[in-house]
């Protein structure tokens, strides 16, 4: 049974961007009023033919319950490759890897299009991708081909080339997953990964230093570093808001239920992630989890919210409204992305 409980006068709850269960709007239960909602398979039709006008239908559900004084932020992980939430829609897709060694930044510039175009139709306003860790070949990490290269330089430039292609077409991007996780050996979903090599640290934030800007989402690791302590970069303030690379961003957690930050408490998660400089909480997984956070975020001082809340407000008046859902449309470029797979 969710809980249902009021929300505090300082709107906390708008910081929260969370999952849900649910394929249509009468399914959905929050017992708090979101900012910003992320959809996975569970949430999608697979059905090729009625799942992308189910998914518009739910998200333009959604945007009259939650957006009707802002637009909600509506997002999910489209990287291609082996995330995509889209595959049973569009079949398989390339890797970044795979474009960028294939492509080039020509290759990735022309997915970026491709998978904004598509988002756009379906009602989505940001994409959680590109990837911008080091490739190092590593099985266990959660990243492999997800990462175009090893090299800084290389990665930047595949990854400037998919995103700045997909904001062109008014969806926002997300660089992932600051400050970089090449060199790691554990998935931060089933725990927290550390690197102790400075150096490669260094390395990896490299990558994330040309794409940068105030005004760019950036999602940051569940990571222990030598500069982070005990603590995950997600959750220390001086490798989010005080980095040492003077890198700028809306920043955001990885998802908050995953492993790489379970042994702490929510209250102190929420806490030190505020404290950090987040302007956004992710919550994906369970009911248990998002009220868990919501519940949290309604004990901390509200002066905590307040920079966050308006920041993260600030950037829901600029996402810009869907164009109406067009079946023929939609038809056309599944033609045209399923062409452009086959030639890659």
């Known amino acids: 049974m969710i809980q249902q409980f009021e929300t505090g006068t300082t709107n906390a709850h708008q910081l929260l961007w969370t999952g849900f269960h649910g394929l249509n709007p009468t399914e959905v239960e929050l017992p708090f009023k979101p900012g910003g909602i992320i959809l996975f398979a569970r949430n999608l039709d697979p059905d ?14 959604l945007q009259a319950r939650f957006g009707v004084d802002l637009p909600l932020a509506v997002a999910l992980d489209q990287e291609g490759g082996p995330v995509s939430r889209l595959r049973p829609w569009t079949g398989p897709t390339p890797a970044l890897r795979q474009l960028w060694i294939q492509g080039g930044s020509r290759a990735c510039s022309a997915w970026g299009t491709l998978w904004g175009e598509g988002l756009r139709m379906l009602g989505f306003n940001v994409d959680f991708a590109p ?5 190092d070949g590593h099985p266990g990490a959660g990243i492999g081909d997800r990462a175009a290269s090893g090299v800084p330089r ?12 997909l ?4 969806v926002r991007g997300c660089l992932k997953h600051f400050p970089g996780l090449g060199g790691t050996t554990l998935d931060s979903h089933q725990g927290l990964p550390a690197l102790a090599d400075v150096g490669q640290v260094e390395r990896n934030a490299e990558a994330f ?8 989402l950036v999602m940051v690791a569940h990571l222990r570093t030598p500069a982070s302590g005990a603590l995950p970069a997600s959750l220390h303030r001086g490798s989010v808001q005080d980095n040492p690379w003077g890198l700028r961003g809306r920043f955001l957690p990885d998802d908050l239920e995953m492993g790489g930050c379970a042994e702490w408490s929510w209250d102190d998660r929420v ?23 919501a519940e949290a975020v309604e004990r901390v001082p509200a002066s905590l919210c307040t920079q966050a809340l308006e920041s993260s407000r ?3 008046r600029h996402l810009p409204p869907a164009p109406p859902f067009d079946p023929q449309a939609w038809q056309d470029w599944l033609t045209r992305l399923q062409f452009t797979a086959g030639r890659s």
């Open 48 to 61: 090729p033919a009625a799942g992308p006008r189910g998914c518009r239908t739910l998200i333009d559900g």
């Open 209 to 216: 230093i040309p794409l940068a800007n105030a005004d760019r």
């Open 131 to 135: 990837v911008l860790d080091l490739w």
């Open 271 to 293: 806490r030190l992630a505020l404290e950090a400089g987040h302007q956004w909480l992710l919550v994906c997984q369970t009911p248990a989890g998002w009220q868990a956070c």
């Open 154 to 165: 290389e990665a930047a430039a595949a990854a400037g080339a998919f995103l700045n292609s």
């Open 167 to 170: 904001e062109a077409t008014g």
């Open 314 to 316: 600030a950037m829901r």
